[in-house]
Protein backbone atom coordinates (compact mmCIF):
# COMPACT_ATOMS: atom_id res chain seq x y z
CA UNK A 1 0.00 0.00 0.00
CA UNK A 2 1.23 3.50 -1.12
CA UNK A 3 0.20 6.36 1.63
CA UNK A 4 1.11 8.69 -0.33
CA UNK A 5 -1.20 7.91 -3.51
CA UNK A 6 -4.04 9.27 -1.06
CA UNK A 7 -5.84 12.46 -2.24
CA UNK A 8 -7.41 15.72 -0.44
CA UNK A 9 -10.49 13.81 -0.81
CA UNK A 10 -9.42 11.09 1.01
CA UNK A 11 -7.99 13.35 3.68
CA UNK A 12 -11.80 14.71 4.30
CA UNK A 13 -13.17 11.23 4.44
CA UNK A 14 -10.44 10.05 7.17
CA UNK A 15 -11.67 13.13 9.38
CA UNK A 16 -15.05 12.15 8.89
CA UNK A 17 -14.53 8.84 9.70
CA UNK A 18 -12.60 9.70 12.99
CA UNK A 19 -15.32 12.40 13.88
CA UNK A 20 -18.02 9.47 13.47
CA UNK A 21 -16.55 7.30 15.57
CA UNK A 22 -16.44 10.39 18.25
CA UNK A 23 -20.20 10.74 18.17
CA UNK A 24 -20.44 7.11 18.72
CA UNK A 25 -19.81 7.79 22.05
CA UNK A 26 -22.18 10.48 22.79
CA UNK A 27 -26.17 10.59 23.50
CA UNK A 28 -28.44 9.08 21.07
CA UNK A 29 -31.32 10.72 22.85
CA UNK A 30 -32.31 14.03 24.16
CA UNK A 31 -34.54 14.39 26.96
CA UNK A 32 -36.21 17.53 27.88
CA UNK A 33 -35.31 18.19 32.18
CA UNK A 34 -33.61 15.34 32.40
CA UNK A 35 -31.55 15.22 35.70
CA UNK A 36 -27.34 14.97 34.92
CA UNK A 37 -27.14 12.12 36.98
CA UNK A 38 -29.01 9.71 34.55
CA UNK A 39 -27.01 8.16 31.77
CA UNK A 40 -28.14 8.01 28.91
CA UNK A 41 -27.27 5.63 26.46
CA UNK A 42 -24.70 6.10 23.47
CA UNK A 43 -24.96 5.11 19.86
CA UNK A 44 -23.20 1.72 20.44
CA UNK A 45 -26.36 0.72 22.93
CA UNK A 46 -28.61 0.80 19.87
CA UNK A 47 -28.37 -1.88 17.15
CA UNK A 48 -29.90 -0.19 14.07
CA UNK A 49 -27.54 3.03 14.55
CA UNK A 50 -24.48 0.87 15.26
CA UNK A 51 -25.15 -1.23 12.60
CA UNK A 52 -26.71 1.34 9.68
CA UNK A 53 -24.63 4.38 10.63
CA UNK A 54 -21.69 4.02 12.74
CA UNK A 55 -20.03 0.58 11.09
CA UNK A 56 -21.78 1.19 7.63
CA UNK A 57 -19.59 4.40 8.19
CA UNK A 58 -16.76 3.22 9.07
CA UNK A 59 -16.30 0.59 6.93
CA UNK A 60 -17.15 2.72 4.02
CA UNK A 61 -14.82 5.18 4.73
CA UNK A 62 -11.89 2.15 5.36
CA UNK A 63 -12.83 0.73 1.45
CA UNK A 64 -12.66 4.00 -0.16
CA UNK A 65 -8.71 5.01 1.63
CA UNK A 66 -7.86 1.48 1.19
CA UNK A 67 -8.74 1.39 -2.83
CA UNK A 68 -7.10 4.38 -2.90
CA UNK A 69 -3.78 3.44 -1.36
CA UNK A 70 -3.64 -0.08 -3.55
CA UNK A 71 -1.55 -0.35 -6.55
CA UNK A 72 -4.06 -2.11 -8.27
CA UNK A 73 -8.34 -1.85 -8.29
CA UNK A 74 -9.34 -4.67 -6.05
CA UNK A 75 -13.01 -5.71 -7.39
CA UNK A 76 -15.78 -7.52 -5.50
CA UNK A 77 -18.62 -9.29 -7.68
CA UNK A 78 -17.40 -7.03 -9.94
CA UNK A 79 -17.25 -3.93 -8.71
CA UNK A 80 -14.24 -2.16 -7.74
CA UNK A 81 -13.91 -1.45 -3.50
CA UNK A 82 -14.46 2.15 -4.08
CA UNK A 83 -17.09 2.15 -5.57
CA UNK A 84 -18.70 -0.47 -2.57
CA UNK A 85 -17.05 2.24 -0.07
CA UNK A 86 -18.95 5.19 -1.69
CA UNK A 87 -22.59 2.77 -1.17
CA UNK A 88 -21.52 2.44 2.45
CA UNK A 89 -21.17 5.80 3.03
CA UNK A 90 -24.35 7.00 1.07
CA UNK A 91 -26.08 4.61 3.09
CA UNK A 92 -24.77 5.47 6.65
CA UNK A 93 -25.62 9.18 5.91
CA UNK A 94 -29.36 8.07 4.67
CA UNK A 95 -29.49 5.56 7.71
CA UNK A 96 -28.34 8.59 10.50
CA UNK A 97 -30.56 11.02 8.41
CA UNK A 98 -33.57 8.54 8.77
CA UNK A 99 -32.32 8.28 12.62
CA UNK A 100 -32.34 12.21 13.40
CA UNK A 101 -36.07 12.36 12.21
CA UNK A 102 -37.42 9.61 14.19
CA UNK A 103 -34.96 8.60 16.81
CA UNK A 104 -37.87 6.12 18.86
CA UNK A 105 -39.01 5.01 15.60
CA UNK A 106 -42.99 4.10 16.52
CA UNK A 107 -42.43 3.84 19.87
CA UNK A 108 -43.71 7.67 19.97
CA UNK A 109 -46.94 6.58 18.34
CA UNK A 110 -48.45 4.16 21.17
CA UNK A 111 -51.54 5.73 23.04
CA UNK A 112 -51.88 8.49 20.88
CA UNK A 113 -48.28 10.01 20.90
CA UNK A 114 -45.77 10.38 23.51
CA UNK A 115 -46.05 14.27 23.21
CA UNK A 116 -43.39 16.29 25.09
CA UNK A 117 -41.81 13.15 26.92
CA UNK A 118 -40.60 11.58 23.62
CA UNK A 119 -37.07 12.13 23.15
CA UNK A 120 -35.56 13.63 20.45
CA UNK A 121 -32.48 13.20 18.63
CA UNK A 122 -28.97 13.47 21.00
CA UNK A 123 -25.73 15.01 20.55
CA UNK A 124 -24.04 12.12 19.16
CA UNK A 125 -26.89 11.33 16.73
CA UNK A 126 -26.78 14.78 15.43
CA UNK A 127 -23.33 15.18 15.11
CA UNK A 128 -23.51 11.73 13.21
CA UNK A 129 -25.07 12.32 10.49
CA UNK A 130 -23.00 15.58 10.13
CA UNK A 131 -19.74 13.18 10.05
CA UNK A 132 -21.83 10.71 7.47
CA UNK A 133 -23.11 13.74 5.04
CA UNK A 134 -19.31 15.01 4.89
CA UNK A 135 -18.25 11.71 4.57
CA UNK A 136 -20.32 10.76 1.96
CA UNK A 137 -20.16 14.28 -0.49
CA UNK A 138 -16.23 13.61 -0.32
CA UNK A 139 -16.59 9.76 -1.71
CA UNK A 140 -18.48 10.44 -4.48
CA UNK A 141 -16.89 14.66 -5.07
CA UNK A 142 -13.01 13.53 -4.98
CA UNK A 143 -13.61 11.64 -8.46
CA UNK A 144 -15.35 14.58 -9.96
CA UNK A 145 -13.42 17.59 -8.12
CA UNK A 146 -9.55 18.70 -9.11
CA UNK A 147 -8.96 20.72 -5.76
CA UNK A 148 -9.86 16.88 -4.09
CA UNK A 149 -7.59 14.95 -6.14
CA UNK A 150 -4.40 16.72 -5.22
CA UNK A 151 -1.96 14.72 -3.19
CA UNK A 152 -2.51 14.20 0.84
CA UNK A 153 0.86 14.15 1.68
CA UNK A 154 3.70 16.26 -0.42
CA UNK A 155 6.31 13.95 -2.32
CA UNK A 156 9.47 12.98 -1.11
CA UNK A 157 12.30 15.21 -1.80
CA UNK A 158 14.92 13.94 -4.05
CA UNK A 159 17.88 12.42 -2.42
CA UNK A 160 21.17 14.17 -2.94
CA UNK A 161 24.13 12.75 -4.49
CA UNK A 162 26.18 11.23 -2.43
CA UNK A 163 29.84 11.73 -2.20
CA UNK A 164 31.86 9.14 -4.36
CA UNK A 165 32.06 6.02 -2.08
CA UNK A 166 28.91 6.29 -0.01
CA UNK A 167 26.01 4.05 0.44
CA UNK A 168 23.25 5.54 -1.69
CA UNK A 169 19.97 5.12 0.35
CA UNK A 170 17.61 2.06 -0.29
CA UNK A 171 14.29 1.75 -2.12
CA UNK A 172 12.95 2.10 -5.64
CA UNK A 173 10.84 5.11 -6.31
CA UNK A 174 12.74 8.11 -5.54
CA UNK A 175 15.85 9.74 -7.47
CA UNK A 176 18.89 8.28 -5.28
CA UNK A 177 17.49 4.52 -4.92
CA UNK A 178 19.43 1.30 -4.80
CA UNK A 179 20.57 -0.34 -8.63
CA UNK A 180 18.60 -2.98 -9.49
CA UNK A 181 19.74 -6.08 -10.26
CA UNK A 182 21.51 -6.87 -13.65
CA UNK A 183 22.43 -3.41 -13.15
CA UNK A 184 26.05 -2.09 -12.56
CA UNK A 185 26.06 0.21 -9.99
CA UNK A 186 26.33 4.00 -11.23
CA UNK A 187 25.19 2.89 -14.64
CA UNK A 188 22.87 4.97 -16.20
CA UNK A 189 19.53 3.72 -17.83
CA UNK A 190 19.36 4.94 -21.60
CA UNK A 191 16.86 6.82 -23.71
CA UNK A 192 14.38 3.59 -24.29
CA UNK A 193 15.86 1.26 -22.41
CA UNK A 194 13.78 0.11 -19.16
CA UNK A 195 15.26 1.26 -15.65
CA UNK A 196 17.12 -1.93 -14.58
CA UNK A 197 17.98 -3.84 -17.08
CA UNK A 198 22.27 -3.80 -18.52
CA UNK A 199 22.56 -1.58 -21.45
CA UNK A 200 23.48 -3.82 -24.48
CA UNK A 201 27.30 -3.96 -25.36
CA UNK A 202 28.16 -1.66 -28.47
CA UNK A 203 28.39 -3.29 -31.81
CA UNK A 204 31.37 -3.58 -33.52
CA UNK A 205 32.60 -0.68 -35.69
CA UNK A 206 31.34 -1.24 -39.50
CA UNK A 207 34.10 -1.23 -42.01
CA UNK A 208 34.90 2.40 -43.44
CA UNK A 209 32.14 3.03 -46.37
CA UNK A 210 29.32 0.97 -45.06
CA UNK A 211 26.37 1.86 -43.72
CA UNK A 212 25.37 1.13 -40.41
CA UNK A 213 22.90 -2.18 -40.21
CA UNK A 214 19.79 -0.65 -38.32
CA UNK A 215 19.55 -2.59 -34.90
CA UNK A 216 16.30 -4.94 -35.04
CA UNK A 217 13.56 -4.00 -32.18
CA UNK A 218 15.85 -1.37 -30.87
CA UNK A 219 13.74 1.78 -30.76
CA UNK A 220 15.47 5.11 -31.27
CA UNK A 221 15.16 7.76 -29.15
CA UNK A 222 12.51 10.68 -30.29
CA UNK A 223 15.01 13.51 -28.85
CA UNK A 224 18.75 13.05 -29.25
CA UNK A 225 19.19 15.21 -26.00
CA UNK A 226 16.64 13.40 -23.72
CA UNK A 227 18.04 12.24 -20.75
CA UNK A 228 16.28 9.46 -18.10
CA UNK A 229 15.11 11.91 -15.28
CA UNK A 230 12.61 10.85 -12.38
CA UNK A 231 9.51 12.82 -11.96
CA UNK A 232 6.33 12.87 -9.83
CA UNK A 233 2.62 13.73 -11.36
CA UNK A 234 0.74 16.04 -9.26
CA UNK A 235 -2.85 14.52 -9.05
CA UNK A 236 -3.65 10.96 -10.37
CA UNK A 237 -3.15 10.32 -14.29
CA UNK A 238 -3.55 7.03 -16.33
CA UNK A 239 -0.46 5.55 -17.56
CA UNK A 240 -1.26 4.26 -21.93
CA UNK A 241 -0.12 1.32 -23.68
CA UNK A 242 2.77 2.25 -26.45
CA UNK A 243 0.77 0.93 -29.27
CA UNK A 244 -1.74 3.43 -29.19
CA UNK A 245 -4.76 2.43 -27.40
CA UNK A 246 -6.59 3.70 -24.74
CA UNK A 247 -6.99 1.33 -22.14
CA UNK A 248 -4.74 2.42 -19.27
CA UNK A 249 -2.72 -0.35 -17.85
CA UNK A 250 -2.03 1.28 -14.71
CA UNK A 251 -2.68 4.32 -12.60
CA UNK A 252 0.45 7.06 -11.44
CA UNK A 253 -0.25 8.07 -8.30
CA UNK A 254 0.85 11.16 -6.37
CA UNK A 255 3.89 11.09 -3.88
CA UNK A 256 5.87 8.40 -6.27
CA UNK A 257 8.55 9.14 -8.01
CA UNK A 258 8.77 7.93 -11.89
CA UNK A 259 11.29 7.51 -14.60
CA UNK A 260 11.22 8.78 -17.61
CA UNK A 261 13.17 6.91 -20.08
CA UNK A 262 12.10 8.73 -23.38
CA UNK A 263 10.00 11.73 -25.06
CA UNK A 264 8.07 11.57 -27.75
CA UNK A 265 6.91 15.15 -28.52
CA UNK A 266 4.57 16.48 -25.53
CA UNK A 267 4.54 12.91 -24.06
CA UNK A 268 6.96 10.75 -21.78
CA UNK A 269 7.64 6.97 -21.74
CA UNK A 270 7.29 6.50 -17.61
CA UNK A 271 8.19 3.43 -16.01
CA UNK A 272 6.40 2.24 -12.98
CA UNK A 273 8.26 0.36 -10.10
CA UNK A 274 6.78 -3.23 -10.85
CA UNK A 275 8.59 -2.56 -14.78
CA UNK A 276 5.28 -1.73 -16.58
CA UNK A 277 6.13 1.12 -19.13
CA UNK A 278 4.18 3.30 -21.00
CA UNK A 279 2.76 6.53 -22.43
CA UNK A 280 2.15 9.37 -19.84
CA UNK A 281 -0.19 11.63 -22.23
CA UNK A 282 -0.62 14.55 -19.51
CA UNK A 283 2.30 15.79 -18.76
CA UNK A 284 1.14 19.15 -17.05
CA UNK A 285 2.49 20.50 -13.92
CA UNK A 286 4.88 17.40 -13.19
CA UNK A 287 7.68 17.92 -10.88
CA UNK A 288 10.94 16.86 -11.97
CA UNK A 289 13.45 14.75 -9.22
Known sequence: MNIRSLTRGDGVV???AVLLLIASFLDNYSYKDVPSSIDLPNLWESGPVLLGVVLAGIIGAALVVV???LPQPRKVAGLELGAFGVAFTVFAAWSALGNVVDPVGGLDNIGGGGGDQAPSAGSGLILALVATLVMAGAAIATPLVP???GALLPAAKPVAPQPYG???PGGYGYPGAQP???QPYGAQPQPGQPFGQQAAPAPAPAPQGAAPAPQPGVAQPAAADFSPFW?????????FPEDGSQNPIAE???GTWYLAVEQRGAQLIAQTQDGRRGVLQDTSGIQRG
Open 14 to 16: IVA
Open 67 to 69: SRA
Open 147 to 149: ALQ
Open 166 to 168: AQP
Open 180 to 182: QPG
Open 231 to 239: FAVPVTRPL
Open 252 to 254: LAP
